[in-house]
């Protein structure tokens, strides 16, 4: 069974930084494609970012490029999100996600591994 858990959420002021975790469990880590979604309240899960296997290929979303940030360590089986330049409009749970198959998708449909979420808020 695969578990992912975040951790690195808070309160940060605009223009503030925070560094999300999510240490994935359960199978081999490293074969597999990561990703971050988010869902503010009221609204629907929006795509974030991923990364490929090997760390070398990350994908955005046009409304966090230039900000944030996605990487990997895969000998700490661990996927993180840097999050520079916060925007009030940035506050929702963040949850990571991952697949059993080998895909690369902004449709959260399309991954059946998620953690539980990490609340990130962003003060004006």
């Known amino acids: 069974q695969v578990q992912l858990v975040e951790s690195g959420g808070g309160l940060v002021q605009t223009g503030g930084s925070l560094r999300l975790s999510c240490v994935a469990s359960?199978?081999?880590?490293?074969?597999?494609?990561m990703g971050w979604f988010r869902q503010a309240p009221g609204k629907e899960r929006e795509f974030v970012a991923f990364?490929?296997?090997?760390?070398?290929?990350?994908y955005y979303a046009d409304s966090v490029k230039g900000r944030f940030t996605i990487s990997r360590d895969n000998a700490k089986n661990t996927v993180y999100l840097q999050m520079n330049s916060l925007k009030p409009e940035d506050t929702a749970v963040y949850y990571c996600?991952?697949?059993?198959?080998?895909?690369?998708?902004?449709?959260?449909?399309?991954?059946?591994?998620w953690g539980q979420g990490t609340q990130v808020t962003v003060s004006s």
């Open positions: 996600v991952t697949s059993s198959l080998p895909i690369y998708s902004v449709e959260p449909i399309h991954y059946n591994y």
């Open positions: 359960g199978r081999t880590f490293s074969n597999y494609t």
């Open positions: 990364i490929n296997w090997s760390g070398r290929s990350t």
